[in-house]
């Protein structure tokens, strides 16, 4: 290599040298002179939240069937031709209402005949128990007439239960069904279905509890019924909340081992007719705590690898925080630690938030008293 082009390439190394250094001193001026060389951004303008501290209710869901109380399938006890039907088709019927008539002639030629046979075996034996006081006849007649009288009268208590099952009558006030058999239509004692009745009012609404909330439940079931307490309401399929609330009436006395769960039973009142053994709805259980609880937006909560944390206002910058959470109310959350009551946390702004970041607060939200809701 020549002088000529040695220098040449010390020259283009200083040239390259200087201009580096007037960038990088154009860089260090735009920065403000920031000391260490890191740009300065601008603060991120944020809404804030202050935390309080406040009773928070919640309701737990549980899907659930209306059944009625009481519900019986109407077979007769009798054979025989249906000659009578006294109702119609879902109606109401009360106790011991006529139902439904099987032909009675036959049962009460049977009874004319053996109430006939207990007339003539009482006669029987009254003669013979005169004869026997003066020994006119043998004892063992007497004896004979005896067992013949008992039969007679055990004959007449049979076909007198005959006749009197030739009527059915409702053995319950309830709604009847739709009959099953008509006018005319024999009908087989012991298995002919002929309809069925079950109770309206009240009605109970039967739903699946988790074996871990028996402590729970059995502390409710145990609590003095209020009729205007609403600790347990139904949702209907229509998604309309049936207007009068129910209460706890029994827990099933085992829990069933393939789900781990147990039977919880409500009642309700059914003045209207709304509610129908086989209607599936949603029962609402209320959560109620004494204790206040630390309650925030939702959206105030940002998740990273499983875990949730908040950014919390301090001074003019911001603290990311950890925070355990609890049950979600509608839009809001129970935070159950990591923040505390008074504390500011940011609502909107945080996609652009780093731990220790400016800030630039807009006015702070306001929401409060207590929360009731659907919780998730």
Do not use: W
């Not at 729970?216 to 209020?226: G, I, P, Q, S, V």
């Not at 505390?340 to 996609?351: D, F, H, K």
């Amino acid at each position: 290599m020549d002088i000529t082009t040695k220098n040449l390439m010390q020259m283009k190394n200083k040239i390259v040298l200087v201009s580096f250094s007037i960038l990088f001193a154009a860089m260090l001026a735009s920065c403000g002179g920031n000391k260490g060389g890191i740009p300065k951004f601008p603060p991120t303008q944020v809404t804030a939240y202050t935390v309080k501290s406040e009773k928070a209710s919640y309701y737990s869901n549980y899907p659930a069937t209306v059944v009625a109380l009481n519900q019986i399938e109407i077979r007769p006890e009798v054979s025989g031709y249906l000659t009578n039907i006294y109702f119609e088709d879902g109606q109401h019927v009360t106790k011991g209402m006529k139902l439904y008539i099987i032909d009675q002639q036959q049962y009460q030629a049977a009874y004319n005949v053996a109430k006939a046979n207990l007339n003539k075996a009482k006669q029987d034996y009254d003669r013979y128990n005169e004869l026997a006081k003066s020994n006119a006849i043998a004892t063992q007649t007497l004896e004979h007439a005896l067992e013949d009288l008992k039969a007679a009268e055990s004959n007449l208590n049979a076909v007198e239960t005959n006749l009197r099952n030739s009527i059915i009558t409702a053995p319950f006030s309830g709604t009847i069904g739709i009959s099953q058999v008509k006018l005319g239509s024999a009908v087989t004692a012991g298995q002919t279905l002929m309809n069925t009745l079950s109770s309206d009012n009240p009605m109970a609404v039967d739903f699946s509890v988790d074996e871990k909330e028996i402590g729970r439940f059995t502390e409710l079931l145990n609590k003095k019924n209020n009729p205007k307490d609403s600790t347990f309401t139904i949702v209907l399929p229509d998604q309309s909340v049936y207007p009068y609330p129910g209460h706890l009436i029994l827990l099933d006395r085992a829990v069933d081992p393939l789900t781990g769960t147990i039977t919880a039973r409500l009642v309700f009142p059914n003045n209207k007719d709304l509610l129908r053994p086989g209607l599936t709805c949603n029962v609402r259980v209320l959560n109620s705590s004494a204790r206040s609880s630390i309650v925030i937006p939702y959206k105030a909560v940002s998740e990273q690898m499983g875990e949730y944390f908040v950014f919390v206002i301090v001074g003019n910058k911001v603290s990311q925080r950890n925070v355990v959470l609890g049950r979600t109310i509608n839009d809001m959350v129970i935070v159950q630690s990591g923040l505390n009551a008074g504390e500011e946390i940011v609502t909107q702004g945080m996609q652009k938030l780093r731990d220790n970041s400016p800030i630039i607060v807009a006015p702070a939200e306001t929401k409060t008293g207590m929360h009731t809701a659907n919780g998730k």
